[in-house]
C-alpha cells in the first residue's frame, strides 16, 4: 500500500468535511483540530523548562533594560 | 557627538546616513552574543519559528513561481514543491498565532515597544491577504471555489472591481511580487525593532526590580 493509500485510509479526503456546530459555534473539525493543538503548544511553551537554563550576569540585564 | 556638528556641510551624505544607521542600530544590538536569563522560555522560541517557516515559503514559493502550475501540478516533484510551500504557511501561521498570544499575555507592548507590537499586527494582516491570495491562485478547483465565495463579499465592500478574485494575472501578481515584498519589508522592520528596543522581559520581572 502507498502512503497515499494509508492515510486515505486513516482520514477520508474525498466526503464532506466534518463540523462542529453548537449554537453560534461553527467549525470544521480539521479547524478546530488546529486550533487546540495550537492551544497546547501554547501551554507546552509555557509549562515546560527551557533546557541548558544559564544565568546572565546583571549587566547583560542591565544593558536590555534600559534600551 | 561633537565631531557630528563640525562641518555638517562639507560632509556626503553617504556618510551622514552611515553614522545616523550606526548610532541607531549598532552591530552589538543587530547581532548580540548575550540575551537575559528570562529569555530562556519556549515562549520566546516563536518569533525565530516563525522567520524560520517565511523562510522556507519564500524558498519554495521562488520554485513554484518560476516553473508554474503546469510543473506544480504534473510533476512529482512539483507536487512536493507544492506540498512543502502549503505545510511551511500552515507552519507559518501555527507559531504566529502562538507568538501572538504570547506577546499578548505578556503585553509586550510595554516599555516604548508600541511600534514593534503595531508592526507584528501589521504583518500579521498582510500575510493573511498573502495567504489567501495564495489559495485563490492555486489554479484548481479549489481555488475556484474560494474565488467565486469571495468575489461576492469583496463586491459588497465594492472593492472587486479594484481587486478581482476571479483574475488570475491580478491573484499572481499580489501573491507573488506584492503581498511578499510587503511581508518581508514589514518582518524586517519588525526584527530591527526587536533589536534595537530588546526583548520584552516578563510582567513579573518588571515588579521585582522596582
Redesign the interface.
Known sequence: MTVDGLIAVIINLNSNSEIVHKGFFLVTVANLI?VI??VV??L???F?P?P?????NSD??DE??K? | MSTKSENTENRQWTEIVREEILEKLPPE?LLPS????YM????Y??GVLTMSALIVVIGTGTFLAIFGPSWWHTSVVGHFVNSLHLWSV?LFF?FM??HL??KFFMAAWRGNRALTWMTGAVSFLASILAAFTGYVSQENFDSQWISTQAKDGLNSVAIGSHFNVLNFGQMITFHIAVMPAAVIVIVALHLLLVR????V?PINHENK?E
Open positions: 488546529i493543538l495550537m503548544v501554547f507546552l511553551a509555557i515546560i527551557f541548558h537554563h544559564k544565568i546572565v547583560t540585564k536590555t533594560e534600551t | 544590538k548575550k540575551q537575559p536569563a530562556a522560555s519556549w515562549i522560541t516563536f500552515e501555527f498565532v502562538i498570544w504570547g534595537t528596543k530588546g526583548i522581559p526590580s
